[in-house]
């Protein structure tokens, strides 16, 4: 069955940059569209992030735009998310989430990433 | 970009009785090339991630149960819980997909009386 699992979360200084990982297994990336979304602590869903099955066309929430980069490699069926210039406001739990059709079906567990000093 | 919202924030209902959320479009979410509304349901419940209930508006995703129903075209929608089970406390979100950014709802949090 499908199965989406985050990694790479942790505690990062403001500033710096982290690398989150999500391995998918059921399924092949290269088939679907791949989204990251956020959740800060207490707060709705943010959609951060998409890679669409061509792995050219990619989109994000003006909030990240220029500081993250989405990716994948098929190869390892693996999605990246870069985030690079860390601020205490990315702090969120970060779900990996695929779209076979034009909505997200799926959902990994997310990896929770906190900003600060 | 195409900004959600829900009502109630939160609502209390007796086990067996009808929950309904209203979700609302800044702008029409419906393509009107294909008839179909891209508008989507979640459920979340404490520790866990989204769960999928409903897409394209009204279909329901696979074994979720038929007491969740989604209704509405164009700006305005609901879901409807037909009787309220304890499982089903939970904060519900709606999304649009019509456009990015793909957007949520605040979420409607959802609680036995």
């Known amino acids: 069955q499908v199965q989406l699992v985050e990694s790479g979360g942790g505690v990062v200084q403001p500033g710096r940059s982290l690398r989150l990982s999500c391995s998918a297994s059921?399924?092949?990336?290269?088939?679907?569209?791949m989204h990251w979304v956020r959740q800060a602590p207490g707060r709705g869903l943010e959609w951060v992030a998409v890679?669409?099955?061509?792995?050219?066309?990619?989109y994000y929430a003006d909030s990240v735009k220029g500081r993250f980069t989405i990716s994948r490699d098929t190869s390892k069926n693996t999605l990246y998310l870069q985030m690079n210039s860390l601020r205490a406001e990315d702090t969120a739990v970060y779900y990996c989430?695929?779209?076979?059709?034009?909505?997200?079906?799926?959902w990994g567990q997310g990896t929770l990433v906190t900003v600060s000093s | 970009d195409i900004v959600m919202t829900q009502s109630p924030d939160s609502l209390a209902v007796s086990l067996g009785e009808r929950a309904t959320i209203s979700c609302k479009s800044s702008?029409?979410?419906?393509?009107?090339?294909?008839?179909?509304?891209?508008l989507a349901w979640y459920q979340q419940k404490p520790g866990q991630p989204p769960k999928l209930l409903i897409y394209?508006?009204?279909s329901r995703e696979s074994g979720v149960p038929d007491r969740f129903g989604g209704s509405g075209s164009g700006t305005d929608f609901a879901l409807t819980i037909s009787s309220l089970q304890a499982e089903d406390v939970a904060v519900y979100y709606c999304?649009?997909?019509?456009?990015?950014?793909?957007?949520f709802g605040p979420g409607t949090r959802v609680d036995i009386k």
């Open positions: 394209w508006a009204s």
């Open positions: 702008q029409s979410v419906l393509d009107t090339s294909n008839n179909k509304n891209y």
């Open positions: 999304q649009q997909y019509y456009n990015t950014p793909l957007t």
């Open positions: 890679i669409w099955y061509d792995g050219n066309n990619k």
């Open positions: 989430a695929s779209a076979w059709g034009s909505y997200i079906d799926y």
């Open positions: 059921g399924f092949t990336i290269s088939t679907y569209g």
